[in-house]
Structures are given as C-alpha cells and as structure tokens.
C-alpha cells in the first residue's frame, strides 16, 4: 500500500486501510477483503479482494488518473475467525457489531487472547475502528462453491452470503449393553446427535 502511495492506518483491532486521495473531499469508496485464510480455503480466499484492490490502484497511477472520491483499499483482521472466533471480527468491531474490548477478550483455540496477539505482533493501531465512513463497500471473492464454474458462468454477484450461528449443545442418554439391549429400549445419545446433525444438514443449515 506505502509502495502505491496510500496513505496507511492500522486501527486499534488491526485493520489495514490505505487510502488514495480523490479530487474531492468526500467520503470515500472502500474496497477490499482480508487476508487470513483457512488450510482449505483456497490460497487467493480473502487475499484476492486485497490484491485485486492494489492491482486497481496501480493501474490508476500508472494511468495518471484521479477519481472523484478516494480510494480506501482495506484488509479486515480474523475475517475467517480459525484461530479466534467470531468469523468477520475486523469487519464487525469496525461497524460497531462487537464491541473492542470484548473482541480484545476473546480467547483463541490456542489459549492466547486477541488483545495479546494484536500487542506482540504490534497491530494495536492509534486509530478507533470505524474511523472512516464510506460512501460505498466493493468486495471482490473468489467463489469457493461449484456454481458459477457448473453453470459456465465467469462472474456473478453475490445477494447473500453464510450466516453463523455457534451453537452448543449437550445430549444426555443411558448407558446400556450394544448386544443385548435392543433400539426402543435405549437411550443412545449418539443416535439423538446424529438425527440432530442429519436434520440440520438437511435443512442446508450445516
């Protein structure tokens, strides 16, 4: 972003925004993705809206263009939520859906907090997430589904994506003999699970 001539903020939950001045004092365009993966997400998930980002802003430069409104190219932290949920963390804390200090608290699956990781890799930026507001928010992704490549399509635009929901829950049954006890006698908590799992994912909730 610095090598185009952006100006870089990093604010307090990470977030990398660089912006390219515009002819007028507007709000600005924002677009871009992140740049955290998952080991099966494909190596361009999230990181292909960032690159796309400063590709287009190269080309401005090289083109000697100017648009109206600037350009802010950002990439959100923890936008997977692998290592600390929930998913879309950088993105949330900055329109105000989750509160700082809480994302802060919040413990990944190797037992670190955000607010530690953040402070030893030095990503604690000055700037209050939400800082700047856009005019408008353009993403570009990487479809990691089947339909637009069985459907030779070559791009589309999305009108929703994936909801999350972290559910626990814990079934309780009775221990008894495999062998000899037969089905309608038994409490089998892992038939429960599985006639739990099987609806969900039938209901294209899995």
């Not at 990691?144 to 049954?173: F, R």
Request: with cysteine.
């Amino acid at each position: 972003m610095r090598d185009l001539g952006l100006a870089v903020t990093v604010d307090a939950i990470g977030n990398i925004i660089g912006v390219r001045g515009g002819g007028e004092d507007v709000a600005p365009v924002m677009f871009g993705s992140h740049i955290d993966t998952v080991g099966t997400g494909g190596r361009y998930d999230g990181l292909y809206g960032v690159l796309a980002g400063l590709e287009a802003c190269e080309a401005l430069n090289d083109a000697g263009r100017t648009t109206r409104r600037p350009l802010a190219l950002v990439a959100f932290t923890n936008e997977e939520g692998s290592r600390f949920p929930p998913y879309a963390m950088g993105s949330l804390v900055y329109v105000g859906g989750l509160a700082l200090e809480d994302a802060y608290a919040i413990r990944g699956i190797d037992g670190a907090t955000v607010g530690e990781e953040l402070r030893r890799i030095g990503y604690v930026g000055a700037a209050s997430p939400g800082f700047l507001t856009p005019h408008a928010y353009l993403e570009l992704h990487i479809e990691q589904g089947p339909i637009l490549e069985s459907e030779g399509v070559v791009i589309g635009v999305v009108e929703g994506i994936t909801g999350l929901s972290w559910t626990e829950v814990a079934i309780t049954g009775r221990a008894a003999h495999a062998g000899t006890t037969p089905m309608h006698l038994r409490r089998d908590a892992a038939c429960a699970a599985g006639e739990i799992a099987s609806t969900w994912s039938r209901n294209g909730r899995c």
